[in-house]
């Protein structure tokens, strides 16, 4: 958890400094798949599906 926890700034940084749906097709691929890597990195830690609120 404390490395998620150091990992907040800089995702919190790319999601006001970059667009992830970007008009270019392969740069918008290549963003979500950025996205869904850090998604699998975060569900080998937890399940926060099963965290409330």
């Known amino acids: 958890m404390r490395a998620l926890a150091r990992l907040r700034a800089p995702v919190d940084d790319f ?7 970007a008009d270019d097709p ?3 691929l290549n963003r979500l798949r950025l996205l869904g890597e850090l998604r699998d990195a975060v569900h080998t830690v937890a399940d926060f599906s099963k965290i409330a609120g």
């Open 15 to 21: 999601f006001l400094k970059v667009t992830v749906n």
């Open 26 to 28: 392969e740069l918008r």
